[in-house]
C-alpha cells in the first residue's frame, strides 16, 4: 500500500494537508463506494431501480443522465454541444438537485471560465495553452460550513466524433447521483465535497488546470478523486494513487467492493511507455494535492470511438454504488449460512421423526429413498430461504448483482477453507482449490455474456461448462462417501441415529453442490415450479417411508443386505470379597448391530422384545457382560433370553499368584489364567483405589469410556498359562479394592453353540446375518 502511494513523482505535498485531511476519508470512502455505479447493465437498470444501500441511490436515474449526455452527441471543446447544451442540461440537473436537498447541506454552483497556459512533459513535451473553456463546479458542504474538502473529477468533453460514454459522460452521471444523494441525507457531512464537471480534458487536460491554478475553493481541497477510462466497462483499476499519503490506498481498499489495483500499473503508467495521462497529473504536479486514479481497462478496442455508447457499458450490477460493500457480501454471506442451518435443522427434524417412529435404515436397501426424503428436503429449504430473501430483503435489488455476490461468497467460502486446509497440510485441499480455479476461469467465460441480448441459453451453458470438471469430480466423490458410510450406518451400534448421521451426509453435500448454483435463485423469474417439484417429492417419499415400504434389509443372493445380530450364550458367575458366589445366571445375550435393535426380529421371534432388555449390574466392570471388545457404549440396548446353563468342556482357570505390599501404599495382585483362544479382563478399582501400573504394554493403564480398564486376550495353538500383575495406590478401602472379570470366548470348535443357541438362530429371518457363540463370565473382589 505504502509503494502503491508513493508514486513516481513524489511531488512533497504539504505536511498541513496530512494533518488537516484526518477527516476527509470518511467522505473519501463514500465517494468510492457510490463510484462504483459505472459497472452498470442497461437492460438491469431498465428492469428495476438499484438499492444500493446508500439512502435512496437510483441506478435508473444514474442511466437517465448518462443517456441524457450522451445523446448530445461528440462535445468536442470550442462546439456548442460542449459548451451549451451539455452545460446547461448539468446545471439544470443541479438546480434540480439543489431544490430537493435537506437543510443538512447548503449547495454552491459556479462555471468557471479560465485562461492559462502551463507546460507538460508528455508525448515529449509541449505548452498547453487554453481560452474561455468551461467549468461546471459545485460545492455540497455542512450547514454550518467546512474549512477542508475532498475533490471528485470527471468530464464530460469527449474527442471528435464519439458520444464518450465511458470517456468520461458515465462518470459524470455518477457524480450527478452522488450529489442527489448526499444533498438528501439528513446527516451532515463533516467536510465539503466539490464536484468538478471540466470542461476541456480530452484537449491534454487543460480544464483541470484551470481549476486547481484559478478556482478559489481549489485551497480548500485536500484530496482527490479522478474518474476516468481507458477502455469501455468493466472492472475499474486503481492505476494511481499518492503522492505518498497511504491511507488513500487504505480507504479504497475498505470502500471498494472488489478492491482493484496494482503498483505495477502506477509504475508502467508513469513511465510514458502507454500515450496517455489524465487530470491526476495536474493535480498531483500543479496542485500539490494526493489523490486516487481510476480507470475503466476493458474492451479499450472501442475506447475513442463511435461505438464508445451508453449501452455498452454492460459490466457488473448497479448496486456495487452501494456503501457498505463489505456489510452487503457479510450479509451475502450470513443469509447462506442461514440457508445452510435452516436446510440442517428442517432435515434433522424429519431424521428425527423418522427415528421416533421405528422407520430408520429405510433407505439401507434403497438408497434412492434417503435422496428423494432427506436431500429433496435440504435442496427445498436452501432454495426456500435464498427465495424469500430475494423477496423481502433483496425485493428492490438487481438479480444479476445478487448472483454476482453469492457466487462470489461461495468462492469465499472455498478459498478460505483452502487456505485452513493447505496451512494445517491437509493433502485433500486440492478438492477445495478445483472450487475455487474452476469457478474463477467459468467466470472470466462468462464475464460478457448478459452483455448481449437473447444470451441466456449461452451464458447457461458456458456455466455448466466451466463447472463440469469440479461437479463431475464431487459427484465422484461424494457417491464414495455414501458407498462407505451407508454400509456402516448397518453396523454402528443401537445409540446413533443413523437417519441423521446421513441426513447430516446429505445436507453437507447439498450444500457444497449448490455452491456455485444458488445464485441462480437471484436470476431466474420464479422457483416456484422447483419449489413444487421438490416438495412433492418429498412429502411422497415421507408418506411411502411412515407406511413401510421400503423394508431395511434384503437377503438377495447377489446384493445381499442382511441386518447384523450378535448372540452370546452366556453364564456369569459373581462372588464377593470372601470369595462366595453370591449371584448367577444363564442366557443368550443379544446385541443387534443397528439403530432399529430388534424391532423387525420380534414378529418372528416373538420372545425376543423389549420385556427382556438387558439390565446393567452397576457394581460390575462392563455392566457385568462379556464384551468381546469394550463398544459398550455403542451398544446400550441389549437383550438376554434366559435359558440353561452352559458348561463348556474346557472352562476358564483364573488363580490368585501372590499379594504383594509395594512401597507407597501400593498392592501388587499377580494372577495366571488360562482358557480358550480368545478372552477378555475387566479391572475396574474400587473408590479410594488407584490403578497405577501393570504388567502389561508400556505398564500404563488406559482406561476405557467409562472408566473401567479393559483387555483384549488372545492365544494361538499350545500357548501357555498367561500371567499378568497390576498393582493399584489405595487411600483406604472398606470393600475391597478392586473388581476384576474375566470373560471366556469360544469361537470354535464343539463348545461354540449350545442346542439352545442352535434352535434361536434357525428362527431368525434369512435376511439375518448371526453370529453365534457361547462365553462365560467370572468376577471377582480382591
Not at 494 to 512: K, N, Q
Not at 551 to 563: L, R, V
Not at 700 to 708: L, M, Q, T
Amino acid at each position: 500500500g505504502a509503494c502503491a502511494a508513493g508514486g513516481k513523482k513524489r511531488g512533497g505535498p504539504r505536511r498541513r494537508a496530512l494533518a488537516e485531511a484526518r477527516g476527509v476519508p470518511l467522505v473519501l470512502l463514500y465517494l468510492l463506494g457510490l463510484r462504483a455505479l459505472v459497472q452498470v447493465s442497461q437492460r438491469q437498470l431498465l428492469s428495476r431501480p438499484g438499492r444500493g444501500g446508500a439512502r435512496d441511490f437510483s441506478a435508473l436515474r444514474a442511466r437517465r443522465y448518462l443517456d441524457d449526455i450522451t445523446a448530445i452527441g461528440p462535445r468536442t471543446v470550442g462546439s456548442p454541444e460542449n459548451e451549451i447544451h451539455t452545460v446547461n442540461y448539468l446545471i439544470e440537473q443541479i438546480k434540480a438537485i439543489e431544490v430537493e436537498s435537506t437543510d443538512a447541506h447548503r449547495i454552491f454552483v459556479d462555471i468557471q471560465r479560465p485562461t492559462g497556459s502551463f507546460s507538460i512533459d508528455f508525448l515529449g513535451g509541449f505548452t498547453s495553452y487554453y481560452a474561455n473553456i468551461t467549468n461546471i463546479v459545485v460545492k455540497l458542504e455542512p450547514r454550518n460550513g467546512a474549512e477542508h474538502a475532498v475533490l471528485s473529477n470527471c468530464h464530460f468533453d469527449s474527442v471528435p466524433n464519439t458520444p464518450g460514454a465511458s470517456d468520461d459522460a458515465v462518470s459524470c452521471s455518477v457524480m450527478l447521483e452522488i450529489l442527489n444523494t448526499l444533498s438528501k441525507s439528513s446527516e451532515s457531512l463533516q467536510h465539503a465535497v466539490i464536484f468538478l464537471f471540466n470542461g476541456a480534458e480530452e484537449n491534454i487536460l487543460q480544464a483541470s488546470h484551470g481549476f486547481i491554478t484559478q478556482h478559489e475553493w481549489a485551497k480548500s481541497i485536500r484530496a482527490f478523486i479522478n474518474l476516468e477510462a481507458a477502455g469501455v466497462g468493466g472492472k475499474e483499476l486503481v492505476f494511481q494513487t499518492g503522492p505518498e499519503n497511504p491511507w488513500l490506498v487504505q480507504a479504497y481498499v475498505f470502500a471498494a467492493e472488489h478492491p482493484f489495483a496494482s503498483v505495477v500499473a502506477q509504475e508502467v503508467f508513469q513511465s510514458g511507455i502507454i500515450p496517455a495521462d489524465t487530470d491526476f497529473r495536474i493535480y498531483r504536479d500543479f496542485g500539490n494535492v494526493p489523490g486516487i486514479d481510476l480507470a475503466f481497462i476493458e474492451n479499450g478496442y472501442i475506447y475513442h470511438t463511435e461505438y464508445d455508447t451508453s449501452d455498452r457499458i454492460l459490466t457488473d450490477s448497479i448496486q456495487r454504488a452501494a456503501l457498505n460493500n463489505l456489510k452487503k457480501f457479510s450479509t451475502a454471506f450470513g443469509l447462506t449460512l442461514l440457508s445452510w442451518i435452516s436446510a440442517l435443522v428442517t432435515v434433522f427434524i424429519v431424521a428425527v421423526f423418522i427415528s421416533l417412529i421405528g422407520r430408520s435404515l429405510s433407505w439401507y436397501t434403497h438408497f434412492y429413498v434417503s435422496v428423494s426424503l432427506y436431500g429433496t428436503a435440504a435442496t427445498a429449504k436452501l432454495i426456500f430461504v435464498h427465495t424469500l430473501a430475494k423477496k423481502f430483503f433483496y425485493k428492490n435489488m438487481n438479480e444479476q448483482y445478487l448472483g454476482d455476490v453469492f457466487f462470489d461468497a461461495s468462492l469465499m467460502v472455498w478459498s478460505i477453507a483452502l487456505a485452513i486446509l493447505t496451512q494445517i497440510g491437509l493433502c485433500s485441499a486440492f478438492v477445495c482449490t478445483l472450487w475455487v480455479v474452476f469457478p474463477l476461469i467459468t467466470k472470466l467465460m462468462i464475464h460478457n455474456e448478459f452483455r448481449q441480448k437473447g444470451a441466456t441459453m449461452r451464458f447457461v451453458m458456458m456455466y455448466m461448462l466451466g463447472m463440469f470438471v469440479p461437479y463431475l469430480y464431487l459427484m465422484y466423490l461424494s457417491w464414495t462417501v455414501f458407498e462407505m458410510f451407508t454400509p456402516i450406518m448397518g453396523r454402528s451400534g443401537s445409540e446413533i441415529p443413523p437417519d441423521v448421521v446421513l441426513a447430516g451426509l446429505i445436507v453437507a453435500i447439498t450444500v457444497i453442490l449448490s455452491s456455485y448454483f444458488i445464485n441462480f435463485v437471484y436470476l431466474v423469474k420464479s422457483t416456484k415450479m422447483t419449489l413444487v417439484t421438490l416438495t412433492t417429492v418429498f412429502v411422497v417419499t415421507l408418506l411411502l417411508v411412515c407406511s413401510g415400504i421400503f423394508f431395511p434389509y434384503s437377503s438377495d443372493s447377489i446384493n445381499p443386505k442382511p441386518k447384523r445380530v450378535f448372540l452370546q450364550h452366556t453364564s456369569r458367575r459373581f462372588h464377593d470379597l470372601d470369595g462366595n458366589l453370591v449371584k448367577s445366571d444363564s442366557g443368550i445375550w443379544i446385541n443387534g448391530f443397528d439403530y432399529n435393535g430388534i424391532s423387525h426380529i420380534t414378529p418372528h421371534v416373538p420372545e425376543i422384545n423389549d420385556t427382556i432388555r438387558t439390565q446393567c449390574e452397576e457394581r460390575a466392570p462392563f455392566c457385568g457382560l462379556p464384551w468381546i471388545l469394550p463398544v459398550h457404549f455403542m451398544f446400550r440396548k441389549n437383550w438376554y433370553l434366559p435359558v440353561p446353563e452352559i458348561l463348556p468342556t474346557s472352562p476358564v482357570l483364573f488363580k490368585v499368584l501372590a499379594k504383594e505390599l509395594m512401597p507407597w501404599n501400593s498392592v501388587r495382585l499377580n494372577f495366571e489364567v488360562s482358557g480358550p483362544s480368545h478372552m477378555s479382563l475387566y479391572i475396574r478399582p474400587h473408590e479410594g483405589s488407584t490403578l497405577s501400573t501393570w504388567s502389561l504394554g508400556d505398564g500404563r493403564p488406559v482406561a476405557s469410556i467409562g472408566g473401567d480398564y479393559f483387555v483384549f486376550y488372545s492365544h494361538g495353538l499350545q500357548a501357555t498359562a498367561w500371567h499378568f500383575w497390576i498393582e493399584l495406590t489405595v487411600k483406604e478401602h472398606t470393600d475391597g479394592i478392586v473388581s476384576l472379570a474375566i470373560a471366556a470366548h469360544y469361537f470354535f470348535g464343539k463348545d461354540q453353540k449350545s442346542p439352545q443357541l442352535y434352535a434361536l438362530l434357525e428362527r431368525l429371518p434369512d435376511w439375518v446375518f448371526s453370529s453365534g457363540w457361547s462365553s462365560t463370565y467370572d468376577l471377582f473382589v480382591f
